[in-house]
């Protein structure tokens, strides 16, 4: 089944049933691969603290036979990360019309600076469904300072502009950070100047180099400001927004919000790339991340090493890894996760329980609960959640 198939089926599932994607279970619907770890920059909070590329990273025949693998087991979505994807181009665009070829939409992240107009049309040409772009403050300093070199504040708005005139879907990602919280209304109005229609609203996972400046993220308090804020934005401008790093069930909770104010915003679904499957945290249940040696870890916030593509098909993997399957048992949790109600459709972010505590089945410091009770969502009625993965 060809990708455009693949988009019509999901648009229709959209209008006419109200759904996103869906999940067969056990699949890995949706896949991340870092293809290098090498990047033209050094983050401050890098999750991957990426630098140079790795030692023996995947090459294109061991790469499309990953992606065969994938199409088998019912991948629907693969979204080429790093380091910074464009540093390996050509491979990059080879494996978009593979997965193109095979009905598995091919998206990507960058940091935009080697994004051009030409290698936009590239991408596009290669099959990319959608580019997501960092923005990480209005001010260009305040997104240098964190992107931690001069001037790439200007590339990646050249970089959305370059995407935007050749109808490339752009994703603008940004940091909601402790300190930078309070300019969020002015990056919208900035964005939505730029003609953005979507943004995803990172939270900052402690991780590689994001661990050392985890006192910048954000308060309980401010988290539930920012969905708040968010739902009204959604609802007074025509923009959508999700919220990546651990944070799964912001579309349901977002989407309750606007039942109760009867009110829902145009292609919702489609463009935050909603799964219906209640599961919450997706790592290992529906989705793992592929590291640029073949290395496969269960979510790219939760860096432990269940498999290699090189010695272990991903069928053996995905299906006998002791730590997946450790994964898809809800009543493994401990500490609150482990006695909450929402624990099978929720189930905390893993990722971030593992570097808060060491253990991965730990309680997930980040927890929505009071707000899902104040909305009145019950376990029952969560039955989708958002990718909420970079
Ligand atoms: S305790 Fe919080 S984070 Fe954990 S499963 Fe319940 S609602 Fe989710
Ligand atoms: S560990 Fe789970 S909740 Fe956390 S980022 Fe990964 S998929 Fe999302």
């Known amino acids: 089944m060809g990708v455009g198939f693949k988009l019509l089926e999901l648009l229709l599932r959209q209008k006419l049933l109200g759904k996103g994607l869906s999940a067969t279970p056990n699949s890995p619907l949706i896949v991340s691969?870092?293809?290098?770890?090498?990047?033209?920059?050094r983050c401050l909070h890098c999750h991957v603290s990426a630098r140079e590329a790795m030692q023996g990273e995947l090459n294109l025949t061991e790469a499309t036979r990953v992606i065969d693998e994938l199409s088998g087991l019912g991948t629907e979505a693969l979204i080429f990360s790093g380091g910074e994807p464009l540093l390996r181009k050509d491979f990059v665009m080879a494996l978009?019309?593979?997965?193109?070829?095979?009905?598995?939409?091919?998206?990507?992240?960058?940091?935009?600076?080697?994004?051009s107009r030409k290698v936009a049309w590239q991408l596009k040409d290669a099959g990319i469904k959608a580019v997501g772009i960092p923005i990480d403050s209005v001010v260009p300093e305040n997104h240098d300072k964190l992107r931690n070199l001069p001037g790439t504040f200007e590339k990646a708005v050249k970089a959305i502009k370059a995407c935007k005139e050749v109808n490339l879907e752009v994703v603008v990602t940004t940091m909601a950070l402790r300190d930078t919280y309070d300019e969020m209304p002015k990056r919208i109005e900035f964005l939505a100047k730029l003609g953005v229609e979507q943004v995803a609203v990172y939270d900052l996972v402690p991780v590689g180099r994001g661990r050392d400046i985890m006192d910048q993220a954000m308060s309980a308090e401010q988290r539930v400001n920012l969905i708040r804020y968010l739902h009204k934005m959604q609802d007074a401008r025509d923009m959508v927004f999700t919220m990546s790093?651990?944070?799964p069930l912001f579309p349901e909770v977002v989407s309750e919000m606007h039942k109760h104010a009867d009110s829902k915003p145009?292609?919702?679904?489609?463009?935050?790339?909603?799964?219906?499957?209640?599961?919450?945290?997706?790592?290992?249940?529906?989705?793992?991340?592929?590291r640029p040696n073949g290395d496969i870890y269960p979510c790219t916030f939760l860096p432990i090493k269940v498999g290699n593509v090189r010695e272990q098909s991903v069928t053996?993997?995905?299906?006998?890894?002791?730590?997946?399957?450790?994964l898809r048992q809800r009543s493994n949790l401990k500490g609150?996760?482990?006695?909450?109600?929402?624990?099978?459709?929720?189930?905390?972010?893993?990722?971030?329980?593992?570097?808060?505590?060491?253990?991965?089945l730990e309680s997930d410091p980040v927890c929505?609960?009071?707000?899902?009770?104040?909305?009145?969502i019950a376990p029952s009625e969560v039955e989708r959640f958002g990718w909420c993965v970079g």
């Open 96 to 115: 978009a019309d593979y997965c193109v070829d095979l009905g598995i939409i091919p998206a990507m992240l960058s940091n935009g600076l080697l994004l």
């Open 245 to 247: 790093g651990g944070v």
């Open 336 to 360: 609150k996760c482990g006695d909450c109600a929402y624990r099978g459709v929720c189930g905390g972010c893993r990722g971030r329980a593992y570097a808060c505590t060491g253990d991965y």
């Open 368 to 376: 929505l609960q009071d707000l899902l009770v104040e909305e009145g």
């Open 33 to 41: 691969y870092a293809v290098t770890k090498a990047c033209n920059l």
């Open 266 to 290: 145009r292609d919702l679904l489609l463009k935050e790339f909603w799964i219906d499957s209640s599961v919450g945290c997706h790592a290992g249940l529906v989705y793992f991340s592929l």
């Open 316 to 326: 053996e993997i995905w299906r006998g890894s002791p730590v997946l399957k450790e």
